[in-house]
Nanobody, 126 residues
Protein backbone atom coordinates (compact mmCIF):
# COMPACT_ATOMS: atom_id res chain seq x y z
CA UNK A 1 0.00 0.00 0.00
CA UNK A 2 1.18 3.51 -0.83
CA UNK A 3 -0.34 6.67 0.56
CA UNK A 4 0.02 9.86 -1.44
CA UNK A 5 -0.61 13.37 -0.15
CA UNK A 6 -0.51 16.38 -2.46
CA UNK A 7 0.03 19.97 -1.40
CA UNK A 8 0.95 23.32 -2.89
CA UNK A 9 -2.23 24.19 -4.73
CA UNK A 10 -3.86 27.58 -4.49
CA UNK A 11 -5.08 30.66 -6.31
CA UNK A 12 -2.68 32.40 -8.66
CA UNK A 13 -2.96 34.99 -11.40
CA UNK A 14 -2.36 34.08 -15.01
CA UNK A 15 1.34 34.06 -15.76
CA UNK A 16 2.20 33.06 -12.21
CA UNK A 17 3.79 29.92 -10.83
CA UNK A 18 3.04 27.19 -8.33
CA UNK A 19 4.92 24.13 -7.20
CA UNK A 20 2.95 21.07 -6.23
CA UNK A 21 4.38 18.39 -3.98
CA UNK A 22 3.29 14.82 -3.48
CA UNK A 23 4.68 12.93 -0.51
CA UNK A 24 4.49 9.16 -0.49
CA UNK A 25 4.50 6.76 2.43
CA UNK A 26 4.28 3.01 2.63
CA UNK A 27 6.08 0.86 0.14
CA UNK A 28 9.34 1.74 -1.56
CA UNK A 29 8.73 5.01 -3.34
CA UNK A 30 11.71 4.61 -5.65
CA UNK A 31 10.11 1.56 -7.28
CA UNK A 32 7.18 3.54 -8.63
CA UNK A 33 6.61 5.58 -11.73
CA UNK A 34 4.89 8.80 -10.67
CA UNK A 35 2.31 10.62 -12.70
CA UNK A 36 0.42 13.88 -12.43
CA UNK A 37 -3.12 14.18 -13.69
CA UNK A 38 -5.74 16.89 -13.46
CA UNK A 39 -9.49 17.20 -13.67
CA UNK A 40 -11.36 20.40 -14.38
CA UNK A 41 -15.06 20.82 -13.54
CA UNK A 42 -17.23 19.03 -16.05
CA UNK A 43 -14.25 17.48 -17.81
CA UNK A 44 -12.58 14.12 -17.78
CA UNK A 45 -9.37 13.53 -15.91
CA UNK A 46 -6.36 14.15 -18.13
CA UNK A 47 -2.70 13.25 -18.08
CA UNK A 48 -0.28 16.05 -17.26
CA UNK A 49 3.19 14.59 -16.72
CA UNK A 50 5.06 11.47 -15.67
CA UNK A 51 8.50 10.65 -14.34
CA UNK A 52 10.13 7.25 -14.21
CA UNK A 53 11.25 5.59 -11.00
CA UNK A 54 14.81 6.96 -11.07
CA UNK A 55 13.87 10.37 -12.38
CA UNK A 56 15.80 10.03 -15.60
CA UNK A 57 12.86 10.21 -17.99
CA UNK A 58 9.94 12.58 -18.11
CA UNK A 59 7.00 13.05 -20.46
CA UNK A 60 4.43 15.80 -20.69
CA UNK A 61 1.07 16.52 -22.20
CA UNK A 62 1.38 18.88 -25.14
CA UNK A 63 -0.74 21.44 -23.31
CA UNK A 64 1.87 21.88 -20.55
CA UNK A 65 5.11 21.13 -22.36
CA UNK A 66 7.63 23.92 -21.84
CA UNK A 67 5.70 25.34 -18.89
CA UNK A 68 5.57 22.47 -16.37
CA UNK A 69 8.45 20.42 -14.99
CA UNK A 70 8.12 17.16 -13.09
CA UNK A 71 10.89 16.02 -10.76
CA UNK A 72 11.36 13.68 -7.82
CA UNK A 73 13.53 13.26 -4.77
CA UNK A 74 13.56 9.59 -3.83
CA UNK A 75 15.40 10.34 -0.59
CA UNK A 76 12.41 12.45 0.48
CA UNK A 77 9.73 10.20 -1.06
CA UNK A 78 8.45 13.23 -2.92
CA UNK A 79 7.52 14.11 -6.46
CA UNK A 80 7.10 17.70 -7.60
CA UNK A 81 5.30 19.54 -10.36
CA UNK A 82 6.68 22.99 -11.04
CA UNK A 83 4.09 24.98 -12.97
CA UNK A 84 5.11 28.21 -14.66
CA UNK A 85 3.31 30.60 -17.00
CA UNK A 86 0.01 29.38 -15.68
CA UNK A 87 -3.13 29.92 -17.73
CA UNK A 88 -6.79 29.99 -16.69
CA UNK A 89 -7.25 26.71 -18.56
CA UNK A 90 -4.83 25.08 -16.12
CA UNK A 91 -7.47 25.44 -13.41
CA UNK A 92 -8.26 21.96 -12.08
CA UNK A 93 -7.79 19.57 -9.22
CA UNK A 94 -4.33 18.06 -9.58
CA UNK A 95 -3.64 14.49 -8.54
CA UNK A 96 -0.46 12.51 -8.21
CA UNK A 97 -0.50 8.80 -8.89
CA UNK A 98 1.90 5.90 -8.44
CA UNK A 99 2.25 2.85 -10.63
CA UNK A 100 4.60 -0.11 -10.75
CA UNK A 101 3.95 -1.28 -14.30
CA UNK A 102 3.75 1.94 -16.30
CA UNK A 103 5.21 2.02 -19.81
CA UNK A 104 5.51 4.64 -22.51
CA UNK A 105 2.38 3.16 -24.03
CA UNK A 106 0.30 3.20 -20.85
CA UNK A 107 1.62 6.25 -18.99
CA UNK A 108 -1.27 8.51 -20.04
CA UNK A 109 -3.91 6.07 -18.83
CA UNK A 110 -5.02 6.80 -15.31
CA UNK A 111 -6.41 3.29 -14.95
CA UNK A 112 -2.86 1.90 -15.13
CA UNK A 113 -1.82 3.58 -11.88
CA UNK A 114 -2.17 1.74 -8.59
CA UNK A 115 -2.43 4.54 -6.03
CA UNK A 116 -3.81 8.07 -6.04
CA UNK A 117 -3.65 11.09 -3.79
CA UNK A 118 -6.65 13.11 -2.71
CA UNK A 119 -5.89 16.02 -5.02
CA UNK A 120 -5.05 19.67 -4.60
CA UNK A 121 -6.96 22.55 -6.18
CA UNK A 122 -5.20 24.91 -8.55
CA UNK A 123 -7.11 27.99 -9.65
CA UNK A 124 -5.68 30.44 -12.17
CA UNK A 125 -7.44 33.77 -12.49
CA UNK A 126 -7.36 35.82 -15.67
Amino acid sequence: QVQLVESGGGLVQAGGSLRLSCVASGRTFSNYVMGWFRQAPGKEREFVAVINSRGGSTYYADSVKGRFTVSRDNAKNTVYLQMNSLKPEDTAVYYCAAGLHITIVTMRRGTEYDYWGQGTQVTVSS
